[in-house]
């Protein structure tokens, strides 16, 4: 068993705080460790990683100490409370490696060059609802928090922007898991992205109190 990363001092009225999902992300790493290590730690360049919504920086931070600690981290999120939180999580847990992460406040990877990300991670906000949120002011409080879990239409508007781009996101090489919960539509959504020509494989499908949550993983052909 792999140590989870302590998170500390994180006002959890601005940033989400570690929930089921984030700890199946956790799990999902371990279960994949051998994979990723095979298939980066071969090549003599270090690959990119990039989480985006980072939130408290609890996968990020597992991931680097556990399971891939050579590698360059370009993480982000929308809500700049939880981009500086990542950065004290990493600082507490592996401060040695904290040089490794950048941080960076933006929407998905809009600000990132195309074709770069070689493990692409996200928990999306996928709670349906009727709409997104705006972004807030910086120093708002709860509206933080919808913006972590509201995903408007099927949970699923702010996912597909990130699976409509995977294309452009990922290197040639590179991988993406995603999280969906079940009123996300999961097998719908594999079967969309098979036909596209990626294979899909589900690493995680666990009951999470009342609901179900999957994470897919998105490799190209
Ligand atoms: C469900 S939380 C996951 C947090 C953390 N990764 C975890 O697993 O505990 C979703 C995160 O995505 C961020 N987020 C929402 N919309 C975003 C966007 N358009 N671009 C970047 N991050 C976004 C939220 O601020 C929030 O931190």
Known sequence: MLPTPIIKDIDYDKVYEPSEDSFYLLDCFEDQQQYLENKFTKNDKLPIITEIGTGSGIVTTF??????????????DINPNACLTVKSTIKYNCKEKAYLVDSTQMDLTSSIRNNIIDLLIF????????????????????????????????????????????????????????????RNKPDQVADIMRNKGW??????NEKAGWEVLSILRFNRH
């Open 63 to 76: 991931i680097l100490q556990n399971i891939l600690p050579n590698a360059i981290y370009i993480t982000t």
């Open 199 to 204: 294979k899909v494989d589900v690493i995680i």
């Open 123 to 182: 928990n999306p906000p996928y709670v349906p609802a009727s709409d997104i949120p705006k972004i807030p002011q910086m120093d708002a409080d709860k509206t933080w928090l919808d913006l972590a879990l509201l995903g408007g239409e099927d949970g699923m508007i702010i996912t597909w922007k990130v699976l409509n781009n995977l294309e452009n996101i990922l290197s040639n090489d590179g991988v993406a898991y995603i999280l969906f919960c079940a």
